[in-house]
């Protein structure tokens, strides 16, 4: 087996979109990460809340989907707001099946924390632009709907 040229892997990082889609995660969770600190949450916490809040009712299954998180993932986070008592889990047929909401603590939280969310994209779009911001944000989903359907 031959060696691969370094400059060549050099470019396969330039180029290759789960390369970068990965790094840049990493890099935007860190970033919100350091924003939610002070309300005890992190990025993927406030991100799931969100999603549960503009779903109300939402099953785990619909908001794994949605998401595109594996549902054993998504069930063993939501367990953990759960256990936080800033989501409610009822009904349904199994974990999977249960419908989620938003508690009265989780909906204060959310609220609190949001402002810390916009000045973080206030923040972003200062340092890119934001039209180049919200122009990146649409070409990310949309090269995960086209990755998805293959």
Known sequence: MGVLDPELLKEVARQCPGYNARATARALTRFYNA??????????????????????????????????????TLSRNVGNLETRGLVCAEGGRGRAGKRLSLTTVGHRLLADAFPAWNAAKTALAYKLGETRLRSTTEAMAELAEKASCM
């Open 35 to 72: 924003c939610f600190k002070p309300f005890g949450l992190t990025a993927e916490q406030f991100s799931l809340m969100v999603g549960i809040a503009a779903a109300e009712g939402v099953t785990l299954v619909d908001l794994a989907l949605s998401a595109g998180i594996d549902p054993t």
